[in-house]
């Protein structure tokens, strides 16, 4: 029995480049030395999209009641095999199969990492206009898990090879952001943040929490003191309990300092303000890793990119190291 991790891959939207890059990915002999790789999709279209790229890999389909931890062959790509895909589904369109593909292979993935059976879920990227063609109303991925597992404080960080970002908020108007940033929040997120990167073995995280306003509000200059009322009490929360954080910043001069190397993370107050700067880095090189989870959880950092499916040429770098954060990750 191995004790290698088990990393559940899921398929996401299948009419998008999902397949092909974790085909791509899965050539990498490195990765499956490192873990079991198991897919949780639809092995056919997990074939066609190997016929697609003139792949070698063989797979082997497999029960998800099997036992994970025996399936010890390196040479072999292992497949929880849903079967719900029309074999001739089109590429780069949306639809409701696919969405609801992309649903359930999520879902199975949960509750297998739930039951211990697989240690780390790596998922490839869904359509939101697919997904609620499919009967499933959530903003995408981290909603979903976030459901459910029960999970009430959850936040989204991004990671690159110079900076990671966690965000306060995501998926919502600016507005709306803004209003439903609150010092209990910054707090969570801040500690969200030691957390995260005390386990991965940074002794005493640097932490740096992004302003609301231009400059930082310039002492009450922009805005109308929500820096003040927002965010410097959940700052002032996490310092009284010994976190390493200093904020809040003003944004446009942060990110630059954290990639020279002054911070470890970002805290960004809303989606763009975060979202920006590491897709500035490059798009191939940033993942999602959900943080709060009682499961570990990384992303590629990218869309479905519809408009290249089926025509074999996605770059699978973001995949390829979103498996490999989940390996890093998942549980020893």
Same mark, same amino acid.
């Given at each position: 029995?191995?004790?290698?991790?088990?990393?559940?891959?899921?398929?996401?939207?299948?009419?998008?480049?999902?397949?092909?890059?974790?085909?791509?990915?899965?050539?990498?002999?490195?990765?499956?030395?490192?873990?079991?790789?198991?897919?949780?999709?639809?092995?056919?279209?997990?074939?066609?999209?190997?016929?697609?790229?003139?792949?070698?890999?063989?797979?082997?389909?497999?029960?998800?009641?099997?036992?994970?931890?025996?399936?010890?062959?390196?040479?072999?790509?292992?497949?929880?095999?849903?079967?719900?895909?029309?074999?001739?589904?089109?590429?780069?369109?949306?639809?409701?199969?696919?969405?609801?593909?992309? /649903?359930? /292979?999520?879902?199975?993935?949960?509750?297998?990492?739930?039951?211990?059976?697989?240690?780390?879920?790596?998922?490839?990227?869904?359509?939101?206009?697919?997904?609620?063609?499919?009967?499933?109303?959530?903003?995408?991925?981290?909603?979903?898990?976030?459901?459910?597992?029960?999970?009430?404080? +959850?936040?989204?960080?991004?990671?690159?090879?110079?900076?990671?970002?966690?965000?306060?908020?995501?998926?919502?108007?600016?507005?709306?952001?803004?209003?439903?940033?609150?010092?209990?929040?910054?707090?969570?997120?801040?500690?969200?943040?030691?957390?995260?990167?005390?386990?991965?073995?940074?002794?005493?995280?640097?932490?740096?929490?992004?302003?609301?306003?231009?400059?930082?509000?310039?002492?009450?200059? +922009?805005?109308?003191?929500?820096?003040?009322?927002?965010?410097?009490?959940?700052?002032?929360?996490?310092?009284?309990?010994?976190?390493?954080?200093?904020?809040?910043?003003?944004?446009?001069?942060?990110?630059?300092?954290?990639?020279?190397?002054?911070?470890?993370?970002?805290?960004?107050?809303?989606?763009?303000?975060?979202?920006?700067?590491?897709?500035?880095?490059?798009?191939?090189?940033?993942?999602?890793?959900?943080?709060?989870?009682?499961?570990?959880?990384?992303?590629?950092?990218?869309?479905?990119? /519809?408009?290249?499916?089926?025509?074999?040429?996605?770059?699978?770098?973001?995949?390829?190291?979103?498996?490999?954060?989940?390996?890093?990750?998942?549980?020893?």
């Amino acid at each position: 029995m191995s004790n290698k991790p088990i990393i559940g891959i899921t398929m996401g939207d299948a009419a998008g480049v999902g397949p092909e890059i974790i085909i791509k990915s899965l050539e990498n002999k490195e990765l499956r030395e490192q873990s079991i790789p198991v897919v949780i999709g639809d092995l056919k279209i997990l074939k066609r999209a190997a016929e697609l790229l003139h792949s070698s890999i063989t797979f082997k389909k497999v029960d998800r009641n099997a036992e994970f931890s025996e399936m010890e062959d390196e040479n072999m790509v292992y497949c929880v095999d849903l079967d719900l895909l029309p074999a001739d589904l089109a590429y780069g369109q949306v639809s409701s199969e696919a969405g609801h593909g992309a /649903f359930e /292979f999520l879902r199975t993935a949960i509750e297998l990492a739930n039951e211990k059976k697989i240690s780390a879920i790596c998922t490839a990227p869904l359509n939101k206009e697919a997904l609620h063609k499919g009967g499933h109303l959530y903003p995408g991925h981290t909603e979903i898990l976030a459901e459910l597992t029960n999970t009430n404080n +959850f936040s989204m960080m991004l990671s690159s090879p110079k900076l990671k970002v966690i965000h306060v908020t995501t998926h919502i108007g600016l507005k709306d952001a803004i209003d439903r940033i609150e010092p209990e929040r910054v707090y969570d997120v801040i500690k969200m943040a030691h957390e995260t990167l005390h386990k991965s073995g940074i002794e005493v995280p640097k932490i740096a929490v992004c302003g609301i306003n231009p400059h930082a509000g310039e002492n009450g200059l +922009f805005g109308y003191g929500e820096e003040e009322q927002k965010v410097i009490p959940g700052v002032e929360l996490a310092q009284k309990e010994g976190i390493e954080v200093q904020g809040p910043l003003p944004a446009d001069t942060l990110f630059f300092r954290a990639v020279r190397g002054d911070f470890d993370i970002v805290v960004a107050m809303y989606h763009d303000q975060g979202h920006g700067p590491i897709k500035v880095l490059g798009l191939d090189a940033g993942v999602n890793i959900t943080v709060g989870l009682p499961i570990i959880r990384t992303s590629v950092d990218h869309g479905t990119a /519809f408009d290249i499916a089926g025509k074999g040429i996605a770059d699978e770098k973001s995949m390829l190291e979103a498996m490999r954060q989940a390996i890093e990750l998942a549980p020893k």
